[in-house]
């Protein structure tokens, strides 16, 4: 058993990078996410495990020294907010491109443009569709509690590295402000030189001995064939993604004729939905994606053969409720998709998801549920 | 140098003599690859390339380096230097160069960036890696225009210079003044070294060879940010033959933008000028 603390998710971000044997931190102050920094130079975890914190001059600048860090092969990350990560984009697309193992942290507000510091998950599409440009996916995880703040730094880290490619904690503002119980993981030291040179020697930029061939980081290809070659191998690993690391929770689905698709804060508050809708003799289940891409597919297609609708709870007006959509169209069922959202930082009421159930799939409720497959 | 003494029939060597390796007085660095360059002829990046790779072979610190390459002209650097390096987003070199230099401490980094790059797009950028004293090598490489796209205005474009978007010269009224950025980044408290160079005359490639040593081994010493500034020539982008650009540079760019230090001092100290 960890050590065991009441803390902010924020707070939980910085300790658990520090714990994990991150190497650097790069960030700049935004609200709601601020207290990830203030709480790493509270710590000065330079003295301790030789962690290297910097606050940058703007998020361009973070993002451009993480990637300038991360290629050197060591475990380095940066943390914002919805406006913050819009001015990484063109970073992150990088990140991607050159294939760059980091962490991204983006602890959701209201938008669009300066929007709110109120909690939102109006970025689903910009962490899971690309954000910047070009044909690139994210490694997506959507924590919807300050425990899995802390459990999902080790593991954004784990598959960065697993497929060197930029993972992202896609958290919002009331999982990074709320405090609750978390057990903190135990210490790992920092990868030395030569555990670097080991794991990622043949692409890191470490400095060339004679001994190897210079090794570039770069997303640049001057002909059409190899930059087409290079995008294939991109979307070969995307795929393996999908085969071997998707994450989902599945409450309550196996006898439920309505599932509610909620990822992060948004399903905490489905959680206590489906309580109440049970209560009124509704047969509600929730699935909770951890992973926002690779996307839950498999499960959803399973689920859209026995269920007669599926209601997509966001705090958005409607983003992930698209991918559902295609799962069920892909699994050939008549499932009904819809979506049931609050926007501008306001986060629905568990009876509100039921009524908004209960209103959009009221003609199934009246003359019974049609089943699907 | 050190002259070999000939010792056929005086004052003559045969071919055989010639290829013997102790009458070699002078090569390619071998850290220079074989890579054609895709420069122009005439163009500055190619020397300034060649002392790069000669300075860092010679001061023996190639498992060390870590190049950061900019968008521009130089954007291929990584194919020209045999040592390790990250290719930038456009302006973004210093910031990538912090990340490298913050987690390696023990690493020669550096940027090459052009005056679009680090004056214009990266102008932040390379304020506050000066600022904070990165412990970097910063190289600029100033010939006025945009080379890569075609010969666009810089920021450090002459006034009344025609350019493919100052067709009918630099006008100030609507385009602003050239930048001296290297006499604002003098003025950092962050910065060590701080010089203006050329490489036109045989004279002044030794100049700056010396210069960037001297800024290397600030890096080494970590006495904070180097910077030194290479006033070139773009005979494409200025539209005049090799010989005819330098001309051109001579009495024009070097005017506005003289040679010399302007800082050699350490981190945390005031330019005077």
């Known amino acids: ?266 399903a905490r508050v489905c959680q206590k939905a489906v309580e109440v809708a049970r209560e009124k003799g509704l047969k509600v289940g929730l699935l909770r994606p951890v992973t926002l891409f690779p996307f839950p597919k498999k499960i959803i297609k399973e689920l859209a053969r026995k269920t007669a609708g599926f209601l997509s709870v966001e705090m958005s007006a409607g983003q992930m409720v698209e991918d559902i959509k295609l799962a069920v169209y892909d699994a050939g069922s008549n499932a009904r998709v819809d979506h049931f959202g609050r926007m501008g930082g306001i986060i629905p009421t568990p009876t509100e998801v039921v009524e908004a159930l209960e209103d959009k799939f009221s003609w199934e409720l009246s003359y019974g549920v049609k089943r699907s497959y | 140098m050190e002259l070999k003494e000939v010792t056929k029939t005086e004052g003559t060597m045969d071919i055989q003599d010639i290829l013997k390796p102790e009458n070699l007085v002078y090569q390619k660095t071998k850290l220079l690859t074989d890579t054609p360059m895709h420069y122009c002829p005439g163009c500055s990046h190619g020397v300034v390339h060649k002392i790069l790779a000669e300075l860092i072979d010679e001061m023996g610190i190639q498992e060390r380096s870590v190049g950061v390459a900019p968008v521009g002209c130089a954007v291929f650097a990584y194919n020209y230097i045999d040592i390790d390096w990250q290719e930038a987003a456009h302006g973004r070199a210093p910031a990538v160069a912090t990340g490298i230099a913050r987690v390696n401490p023990d690493a020669f980094v550096f940027t090459y960036q052009g005056d679009g790059d680090l004056a214009s797009i990266g102008a932040a950028e390379i304020m506050h890696a000066c600022n904070r004293g990165e412990n970097i090598l910063v190289v600029f490489i100033n010939n006025g225009i945009y080379g890569m796209t075609g010969g666009q205005m810089a920021p450090t474009t002459l006034e009344g210079m025609v350019t493919a978007t100052t067709p009918y010269g630099r006008n100030t009224d609507l385009n602003g003044y050239p ?95």
């Open chain 1, 1 to 266: 058993m960890g050590e065991i603390k009441l803390m902010k998710g924020n707070e939980v971000l910085a300790e658990a990078a520090i714990r994990c044997g991150c190497d650097g931190y790069f960030g700049y102050p935004i609200t709601p996410q601020s207290e990830v920094m203030e709480t790493l130079m509270v710590r000065e975890p330079w003295k301790e495990t030789g962690m290297v914190v910097l606050q940058a001059e703007s998020e361009v600048a973070s993002i451009n020294m993480v990637y300038g860090a991360a290629a050197t092969g060591k475990k380095v990350m940066t943390s914002s907010s919805s406006p913050g990560i819009s001015l990484m984009a063109e970073g992150i697309s990088y990140l991607a491109g050159a294939e760059l193992p980091c962490l991204l942290v983006n602890v959701q507000r209201g938008g669009p443009g300066l929007g709110t510091i109120q909690p939102s998950q109006a970025d689903y599409f910009q962490a899971v569709k690309g954000g910047g440009h070009g044909d690139y996916k994210l490694i997506v995880l959507a924590p919807s509690s300050v425990q899995e703040m802390n459990d999902f730094v080790d593991l954004g880290f784990e598959l960065a590295f697993k497929y060197r490619n930029p993972a992202m904690i896609l958290a919002d503002g009331a999982i990074g402000q709320m405090m609750e119980k978390v057990e903190l993981a135990d210490y790992k030291p920092r990868w030395t030189k030569e555990e670097v040179a080991e794991k990622n020697g043949d692409w890191a930029t470490t400095g060339k001995p004679a001994s190897r061939k210079k090794n570039v980081i770069t997303s640049l290809e001057m002909a059409s064939n190899d930059m087409e070659v290079r995008n294939i191998n991109l979307q070969a690993k995307y795929r393996k993604m999908e085969e071997e690391d998707v994450r989902y929770e599945a409450i309550q689905c196996d006898d439920a004729e309505f599932i509610l698709v909620a990822f992060g804060t948004a």
């Open chain 2, 179 to 273: 930048m001296r950025i290297t006499n604002l980044i003098a003025q950092l408290p962050g910065t060590s070294y701080v010089t203006r160079q050329a490489v036109h005359t045989a004279g002044g490639v030794r100049k700056c060879k010396r210069a960037l040593k001297k800024a290397i081994q600030n890096v080494l010493d970590k006495k904070g940010t180097s910077f030194v500034e290479v006033v070139s020539t773009c005979n494409s982008g200025w539209k005049l033959s090799p010989v005819a650009a330098n001309k051109w540079m001579e009495e024009n760019m070097i005017p506005y933008y003289p040679l010399g230090d302007m800082k050699d001092s350490v981190k945390g100290e005031h330019s005077e000028n």
